[in-house]
């Protein structure tokens, strides 16, 4: 599989630690996960040892949230993971081990299982779906419910981030198109204008371009090279063929091949798109697809802390 500009992560962690960008992004929702939660207190608080158990197959993501979170709201805890960021794990198997305080623990309870549940469930879903992706990219889109965090969990599970937010990548829309159309132009006119007007200064390397049929794909792709030329430079445009028939997909690949214009492209496919029809996929000749079932409405990973006895 070719390389795709659609993996993002590297603006989340470097070198296994979360950018400025990412961070406010999980302090933000630890944030507001706690203030919905309101702690509450226990009357008598011990040190205490609790562990945090699978109780079902899956991925597990979630490392950098829940030290995030122990160490802004159960400082005085220590944490020892049984098994790595991405690992897998069998039900029965113990995910972290925690040392403190119990009221501490109690405190955080339910965030960090929220948490950890949510993000492994999305991993785990994420990896069934590249596990039988074969010569395709997965990514997931910008329908998250819990915005950078379902994207770090795809990654984790084997998937393409895709854009992280709307200033991440340079993305033209059906209504962007609309609102950028002059009275009694054509829509393939606008298209070609919004294209050669570019500044590839910026967002050069990625590029997206929703395509809705045939003249739209070759008028982009004609477009973009006109534009590479002019600028001297070589990255490829994504074309998005957005909720095409796989037939009308294969009628863009063969004319693109025809016009030699294959090799300046990304093609991506979205909308309507199962599990269940990745093969279909696989062999129409996209490069990737997109969708959001990869990490919304997925069942979190069933986890279970249990406090085990007095701490030393």
Known sequence: MKSLP????????EQGTPTTFFLNSIDRWIETMMADDRGGSEKISRLVNAKVIAKMDGIICGHLVIERLIQRYASDCTIQWSVAEGDSVKSGDTVLSLNGSSSKILKIERILLNILGKLSGIS????????????????????????????????????????????????????????????????????????????????????????????????????????????????????????????????????????????????????????????????SGVDLISTSAVNRGVTPLDLSLIIEGDGE
């Open 124 to 283: 785990t879903s994420t990896s069934e779906w590249v596990s039988i992706s074969e010569n395709i990219g997965i990514a997931c889109t910008r329908k998250t419910d819990w915005g950078l965090l379902d994207k770090w969990a795809v990654n984790i599970g084997g998937g393409l981030t895709h854009r992280l937010d709307r200033k991440d990548a340079l993305m033209i829309k059906e209504n962007d198109l609309a609102s950028a159309k002059e009275q009694s132009e054509k829509e393939t006119d606008t298209l070609k204008r919004i294209i050669l007007d570019m500044d590839l200064r910026e967002n050069s390397e990625f590029i997206v371009i929703e395509i809705q049929n045939l003249d739209q794909a070759i008028t982009a792709a004609k477009a973009w090279t006109e534009l590479q030329k002019k600028t001297q430079r070589s990255y490829p445009v994504v074309l998005l063929l957005d909720n095409m028939e796989i037939s009308l997909i294969t009628d863009v690949i063969r004319e693109l091949e025809v016009l030699n214009l294959r090799k300046s492209c990304i093609l991506e496919g979205s909308g309507g798109v199962t599990i269940n029809s990745i093969p279909k996929w696989a062999s």
């Open 6 to 13: 659609h993996d993002r992560s590297g603006l989340l962690v």
